[in-house]
Every structure is written in C-alpha cells, then in structure tokens.
C-alpha cells in the first residue's frame, strides 16, 4: 500500500522537530550542569586570562611610575655539611624570594573573592638567582615549586636548593676546628636585590636546622655587596666540628704512646725487650699517620698539629730505640776498663741522688767479711776490687773465688749504673720534650 506524498512530508517534518527539541534540552541541561559544577574554574580562568594575555614573561616587573622592582631574598637552612678533601660546603635549604608587579593585580570581590592563585615557575617572569662561588653548577639545584600570586601583585616563591661552594678551609686545629665559609647569592642580571630586607629575620635561618653528625653552626651573618653590574648576599658561616669521637680516637692512644715511651726507659737496661716496646710503638705510630692520610686531604698549609705531634712522637721513638741499643751494648758487653772516675764521682754524687742511682748499691757486712769491706751490688753484683767473691755450694760448703773475677763483676756494675744514668737522663728529656709538644701542638 503506497503512502500519499503530503503524509511522507509532514511525518518527516514532525520526526526532525522532535529530534532539535531532544538534543535542545539536552544541551540546555548539560550547559547548566557545567555552570553549577565549573563556576570556580571558570572565574579562575577568567581571572588567569586577565592577569597574564599578552604578558611577556622575559619582560623585567614594573612597580609603580614605571620603576623596576627590587627582589626581597632569604635563606633557611636545613643542613650543612663539609667536604674536606675537595675543599667544599654543601647547604640544603629554601630560598625566600619576593617581588612585585603592579600590572598582575586584580579586585578580589569581581572574582569571588579569590585572593592567592598558584602559578607554574615556567609560565612567569622569575628572578635569575644564582650561587656566585658555586663548585660546580652540576652539584646545585633549585626546585620548580609553585609561585604564588596575591590580589595586591605580590609574587612568592620558596624554591628547595641545594648550593656547595667553595670553602677555604683551615684544618690546622683538626678535629677542633672552626671553619668559616661564605655563599656569595645574586644574580649576574640587572636583578636588584632590596638591602632594606636584610633587617628582617626572614633573610637568613637555621633554627629548623637538622643537625649534622659532625658539624654544627655556631654563628652566621649577612652582607649586602653591590657592584657596578651585579649585586648578592654574602652569607658568612661559622662551622664547628663536632669531635667526641676524635678524642677516643686520637688523643687517648696518644697519650698512651707517650707513656709507653716514657716507661721504657725505666725498664732494666739489660732487657732486649725495650727495643721490642719501641718497635711495637713504631708500627702503632707509623699506622695513625697512613689513618690521617687517609682522612685528610694533602694541604700545601695548615698542616694539622695533631699530625705534627704523631709526626715528632715517630722521631722521639726512633731515637729512643738507639738509646736503648746503646744502653743495652754498654750495659752487657765484656768491659777490661773501669768507668772513668770523674764519671763514678757524678754517678755517686748528687746526680745519682736525683736519678736514684743510690738504690742499686746495697752495703752488706757478714761478721766474717767485715774487714773486707765488701759491698753487695743488686742481687749478684759488687763493688769491692780487694774484696773475694764468696760462692755457697748445693751442700752448704763456702768457696772463694780468685780476686780478678770480683775485679771484673766490679767493673761490669760499673757499667750498668752508667746505662743506667743515661737512661735516666733521656726520661728527664723526654719528659720535657713531650711537654713541649704537647704545649705545642695543643688544640
């Protein structure tokens, strides 16, 4: 069955009606939905399309009359540490920067009230801000936070750094030490920096600080510096090393050293072990001076005086072993000759007094040797030349040696007494040399 021609048409008519009316109030709804769930973003679009059509972002702030704004800069510091062999300091912290632009203000009543808006670091204009006496540009680092924006054209930016600088360092009362670094911030740019911030607290601070494992900051001050083509902030730093272990470490064996060194002289001189005490003290010297040039960096200057002590202590111990050789030769070789008798008279004298000589002659009178006058010297050794040695047998019988043994045990104690005098001697002197030192290279 066919259809007449006027139905077709108005069927066709009625369907397309009905389709504009569909997608009408479609549309209508979802353009509502969209004003009630987007008005926020759309007034902050709004308000971003104000601020920043046709700006220039390499186009320097103006300020009022035309005049280029000046930067208001600060530091926070959150650790601090020393590198001491590459000679650097190495500061993590946040930068506070401020600045003004009278072109990017707005009324916060024409857009809800909306005060502070959030912008990327790569959409705006940004102080060029650079370490002068940095180490190494690979070795800084400032952060792409977000900059805000206030109502009033204010712009803030807190960016995390990382800057390390050159350092000249100062390691000659290592590792009581206090070094003072500086951080030259500016910019190489016609960025001005505004010195009337430098009175305000927020310019430089560390009481948030994270304290290091062996650095402490102990003063900082801050300098404005202008050029003629630049202008920075010069940050002064006064780190202190933090040196409870070092003196566990270093100072106590040291001492130890000392007295082992001293000690050795006090020692019987016919001991070989003396030269062993000091062989041993040797190597233990020898090993803290590999340890410090293993620590510490190889300085045309300011060499540290504790090294230069460990250094000295290695010297006083290598003439220490020849003083023990020698008193060891004098005191065991087979001598045909007496000990001068200028010599004898000192040993005997006052001298011997002073070096507790008078200790190792012990006079003993048995009834049946006192016209004999013999002296018994330690536990074997005498002193008489006329006087026999008497000998007592395993079965109690008594014996007299012949007078040229007695002559000749006479002249080795002799000899004893006088390695014993110069062993003596060499204590008193290394007793001051060490006191010396010590005064010396105290730190």
């Known amino acids: 069955m066919f259809i007449s021609g006027p139905s077709i048409v108005s069927r066709l008519a009625f369907l397309i009606c009905g389709i504009i009316v569909f997608l009408a109030t479609t549309s209508v709804y979802c353009e509502d939905d969209d004003d009630t769930n987007s008005w926020n973003i759309t007034v902050m679009e709004r308000l971003r399309m104000q601020l920043f059509t046709n700006y220039d972002k390499n186009a320097y702030p103006l300020i009022s009359s035309g005049i280029r704004t000046n930067i208001s800069m600060g530091l926070s510091i959150i650790y601090t540490d020393i590198d001491e062999f590459d000679g650097k300091v190495m500061l993590h912290g946040w930068l506070h920067l401020r600045w003004q632009d009278e072109d990017r203000t707005w009324t916060p009543e024409s857009f809800h009230n909306i005060t502070t808006i959030h912008i990327s670091p790569n959409e ?262 006329d006087a026999a040695d008497i000998v007592v047998a395993a079965d109690g019988t008594t014996t007299t040696q012949s007078c040229s043994v007695t002559h000749n045990r006479s002249i080795q104690f002799e000899w004893i007494l006088l390695s014993t005098a110069i062993d003596r001697i060499w204590f008193l002197i290394f007793c001051i040399i060490f006191i010396l030192l010590a005064t010396m290279y105290a730190v």
């Open 124 to 385: 705006i204009w940004k102080p060029d801000i650079t370490l002068f006496n940095s180490a190494g540009n690979e070795d800084d680092f400032v952060g792409d936070t977000q900059i805000l924006l206030t109502f009033d054209g204010k712009f803030i930016w807190v960016p995390p750094v990382l800057y390390t600088a050159y350092c000249n360092l100062n390691l000659k009362l290592w590792p009581y030490d206090v070094q003072v670094c500086r951080l030259k911030i500016g910019s190489w740019t016609l960025t001005s920096i505004d010195s009337s911030f430098l009175n305000f607290k927020e310019t430089m601070d560390y009481k948030d600080i994270v304290e290091s494992s062996e650095w402490e900051i102990i003063d900082a001050r801050l300098e404005y510096l202008m050029n003629d083509y630049y202008n920075y902030i010069e940050y002064t730093f006064q780190l202190e090393r933090r040196s409870s272990m070092y003196t566990a470490v270093i100072f106590t064996p040291a001492s130890c050293i000392v007295l082992l060194t001293l000690s050795s002289f006090w020692l019987p001189v016919q001991m070989g072990e003396k030269i062993l005490l000091n062989g041993v003290m040797i190597v233990t010297v020898a090993g803290f001076l590999m340890y410090f040039a293993q620590l510490l960096p190889i300085l045309a200057k300011n060499t540290p005086l504790i090294v230069l002590f460990y250094s000295a202590s290695l010297l006083l111990l290598s003439f220490s072993t020849i003083i023990a050789v020698t008193v060891l030769y004098l005191s065991t070789a087979s001598h045909k000759q007496r000990v001068p008798k200028f010599i004898q008279n000192i040993l005997h004298g006052s001298l011997g007094k002073v070096l507790l000589l008078t200790q190792f002659t012990v006079e003993a009178e048995p009834p049946s040797l006192l016209n004999n006058g013999i002296k018994e010297m330690g536990e074997h050794v005498y002193d008489s030349v």
